[in-house]
């Protein structure tokens, strides 16, 4: 290849990203320290282009939320299934903006079995008010973490609580078997 | 009961509990892989000087974290939870509480707090956005 063509392929991938007001993505293994590292660039790159403190504290808030799932929960790790420290898993991560709103969308694999659980926990949250949101979060902050979980079961209805639309969700088969890709995307 | 010191990293808070002055702080943010792991040993700690040989009857407790994920929300739960059962027994347990003014996430959970651990005196401080 010669440096020309290269230059006109980087440039074809920028200029796609910058169309899409794309302001940070990654995708590669995420561990505690590489979100550490992404969570120093995205809170400077928000503050940057200047969006209110509210605003930056949701996205960032987010963003963590999203990017400690993918390492908590993703199937493709390299590191073995029962350990919940320095654990590194596969997913990818994009911020961008659309209209006036911020929008953060995450995909990683996972075990197909899991796709049913997942929706049943998101599709309430989508028609709940944000009343209802906080009222469930709450009640959850009070009662144990539910089976299954890593955290405390409150980091989807935290991305609910501090997006300013329904999330989003979808599945799409993978090429491997017993696994689907779920995305995640959240308006703030 | 010997002091409880733990540096912070860029993912978890400066810990600096003053025991021997009855004074616990809490800077910085907090989102580590393993929050339960994170905040499990702090919490031993506390019991333990809760329980100490002298009871300690005034405690003040200073949060100052600019975030916290949502699994850091449930240990800090679980903290706030533990001083408030022994200001219930008695002590004089007060909570300073910081937060940026224009944050309402943390506007309303320090409400939460009040409403839930009302046994503990809570004192908001606003501080100014940067």
Known sequence: MNSNTMY????????????????????????????????????????????AGQTRRRLFSSFVEMAQNIVHYSADALTPEDRNDREMRHGSVCIGIHGEKYFLICA?????????????TLEPLRTMTIDEIKAAYKKMLQSDAPDGSKGAGLGL????????EPLEFDFAP?????????????TI | MENLYISATPSSPEVDFRFTENVLSLRGESYPENAAAFYSGIISSLNEYLDGEVRPQAITLNVELTYFNS???????TLFGTL???????????????????????????????????????????????
């Not at chain 1, 990683?108 to 049943?120: F, S, V, Y």
């Not at chain 1, 993978?174 to 959240?186: D, H, N, P, Q, V």
């Not at chain 2, 022994?86 to 409403?115: C, K, S």
Request: glycine share 4%.
């Open chain 1, 157 to 164: 209805l935290t991305m609910a609580r501090d997006a300013s």
């Open chain 1, 108 to 120: 990683n694999p996972i075990k197909t079995e899991m796709a049913e659980q997942l929706r049943a």
């Open chain 2, 71 to 77: 699994s850091s929300t449930k240990m800090l739960f």
């Open chain 1, 174 to 186: 993978s090429r491997e078997a017993g696994i689907t890709m779920f995305y995640l995307k959240a």
């Open chain 1, 8 to 51: 006109a392929q980087y440039r074809e991938f920028c200029e796609i990203a910058c169309k899409r007001r794309v302001i940070f993505y990654y995708v590669g293994y995420f561990s505690q320290s590489i979100i550490s590292a992404m969570a120093d660039a995205v809170k400077m790159g928000v503050e940057h282009i200047g969006a």
């Open chain 2, 84 to 130: 408030n059962d022994r200001a219930a027994d008695g002590a004089d347990v007060t909570v300073n509480w910081y937060r940026h003014e224009d944050d309402d996430t943390m506007r309303e959970f320090g409400q939460d707090l009040q409403d839930d651990f009302s046994a503990m005196k809570f004192h908001e401080h606003a501080i100014a956005d940067d």
